[in-house]
């Protein structure tokens, strides 16, 4: 498996438990684009608390992501500007920049809450791709002899949406649609319990919360697709 850290390092050097249970079956998520592009198929309406108003270096972390949501935050045209930065595939950005490139390759890739009817505690149900917003919805697949790395999320890292000291958790997925005693992450299924099922589509991944999080609270999604690249994207639990 090719080892996403080089992506890092590229575009490091480019820009510069007492638990609770979250149970997304009553609780909704809400996930604000700020003022999306042209391109964007739907917008979602709202405003976050100690929003920023730009990454600059007071806020953004080494790796130039914002620690808080930008007051004018556009995921699509941030994972855009990014992604022709490098943190995306050069061959994938032409198709996210191609005819319905948002909603049928970007979109796809952008963090949504699914509904499921429990959640264990201090973990967040995630998937990619919220229909909702017109977004087509994203497959998973094992390793083939076409594609040996195989195409899912390897990791996901949670950090709240604050500008003071905070963990960034990360949730590591080694295979798919299975985990080993190794991964710090889960699987589960949207509709049943096959993750498989649907070409992938029905895999929701268990990510875990860091310390701090509470219901209400703003947090950052940055995950690496193994085929597609990275993502970033601001989400807040409920109240």
């Known amino acids: 498996m090719r080892d996403p850290q080089s992506r890092r390092t590229f575009l490091q050097r480019a820009t510069g438990a007492g ?3 979250f149970v997304p079956a009553t609780v909704g998520c809400v996930r604000n684009p700020g003022a999306p592009s042209a391109a964007s198929p739907a917008a979602a309406s709202g405003s976050g608390p100690a929003a920023a108003t730009g990454s600059s270096p007071a806020t953004a972390d080494a790796s130039g992501l914002p620690l808080v949501r930008p007051s004018d935050w556009d995921a699509v045209a941030f994972n855009t500007a990014r992604g022709r930065a490098g943190a995306i595939p050069a061959a994938y950005m032409a198709k996210i920049e191609g005819a ?7 979109g796809k890739h952008l963090p949504y809450v699914p509904k499921l009817p429990e959640v264990p505690a ?15 919805r994203h497959p998973n697949a094992a390793p083939t002899a076409e594609a040996p790395e195989g195409h899912w999320y390897n990791w996901i890292r949670v950090r709240s949406a604050t500008l003071d000291a905070a963990e960034e958790l990360e949730s590591r997925f080694s295979g798919w649609p299975a985990i080993t ?11 049943g319990s096959d993750p498989a099922a649907e070409e992938g589509r029905n895999t929701v991944y268990l990510v875990g919360l860091p310390e701090g999080v509470q219901p209400g609270s703003w947090i950052r999604i940055h ?10 994207d601001f989400l807040q639990l409920p109240s």
Do not use: F, I
């Not at 319905?100 to 970007?106: K, Y």
């Not at 201090?122 to 087509?136: E, F, V």
């Not at 991964?183 to 509709?191: I, N």
């Not at 995950?223 to 970033?232: A, K, Q, R, S």
């Open 19 to 21: 638990l609770a249970v």
């Open 100 to 106: 319905d490139g948002v909603a049928q390759h970007l």
């Open 122 to 136: 201090r973990m967040l149900p995630l998937m990619w791709g919220d229909p909702a917003l017109g977004y087509a």
């Open 181 to 191: 005693s190794a991964d710090t992450g889960r699987y589960a299924g949207l509709v």
């Open 223 to 232: 995950g690496h697709c193994l085929t597609h690249g990275e993502y970033v």
